[in-house]
Nanobody, 115 residues
């Protein structure tokens, strides 16, 4: 059974930084994308940053230049370094693994940025 466990959320001031981690366990085959999404109150869940099947990265325009996605394959962990945080980055951040068979989500971690 695949499990994704996020950590690293919390409260930050505008201009500050946070680092999210997502540890994946279980056997995962045929990954299409792996990365991070977020959902702010009363808004739809949106892509933040993902690794594609070919290993390239996609970022939301709103986070380009501020957020960096990385991974440690040996630890089956993906990270999201968030710098220059803005109040509009406040959301629940979800780790996601999308395979050709299924779509897996973590439980989410709250990120709150104060102005």
């Amino acid at each position: 059974q695949v499990q994704l466990v996020e950590s690293g959320g919390g409260l930050a001031q505008a201009g500050g930084s946070l680092r999210l981690s997502c540890a994946a366990s279980g056997i995962i085959f045929s990954i299409n994308t792996m990365g991070w999404y977020r959902q702010a109150p009363e808004k739809q869940r949106e892509l933040v940053a993902v690794f594609t099947k070919g290993g390239s990265t996609n970022y939301a325009d709103s986070v380009k230049g501020r957020f960096t996605i990385s991974r440690d394959n040996a630890k089956n962990t993906v990270y999201l370094q968030m710098n220059s945080l803005k109040p509009e980055d406040t959301a629940v951040y979800y780790c996601n693994v999308c395979t050709i068979y299924s779509n897996y989500w973590g439980q989410g971690t709250q990120v709150t940025v104060s102005s």
